[in-house]
């Protein structure tokens, strides 16, 4: 049994190197919803916990690809690497490097569902 994620809600990992975009950390969140009570711990994906902070929202599977993709890159043997919220909003697709630049939202729809797979699939098995 292991932690989920406050943020997107997938297993985070407790277990391997710590600087692992998916390794659980304890952040304080503000409980929205309930006045003026103290801000309660929770247990976030690293990467998570960055994106909170950064202010970036959006939908659970956008979150999920996000954090998909960037455990892909990690995994990648790139971990000296920063991985900040602001790199992966398009999750590597870049409209003025495609062969067709209006399909662009399409190629992104695209990779945002195979990132979010590949996270869920990921973090099904963490520890």
């Known amino acids: 049994m292991g932690y989920q994620c406050a943020y997107c809600g997938l297993r985070v990992r407790l ?3 710590p600087r692992h975009p998916g390794h659980g950390v304890v952040e304080e969140l503000m ?4 006045p003026m009570t103290l801000p309660g711990l929770e247990v976030l994906h690293r990467f998570c916990a ?11 599977m956008l979150r999920r690809a996000w954090l998909g ?7 990648a043997s790139r971990p000296r690497r920063h991985f900040g919220i602001r790199h992966y909003s398009r999750l590597g697709l870049h409209p003025a490097r495609m062969r067709a630049p209006r399909l662009f939202r399409k190629h992104w729809q695209v990779r945002k569902m195979r990132c979010a797979a590949l996270a869920s699939h990921y973090y099904a098995n963490a520890r």
């Open 15 to 17: 277990e391997g190197d």
């Open 31 to 34: 409980k929205s919803g309930e």
């Open 50 to 60: 960055s994106a909170l902070r950064a202010g970036s929202g959006g939908d659970t």
């Open 69 to 75: 993709w960037v455990t892909d890159r990690f995994e």
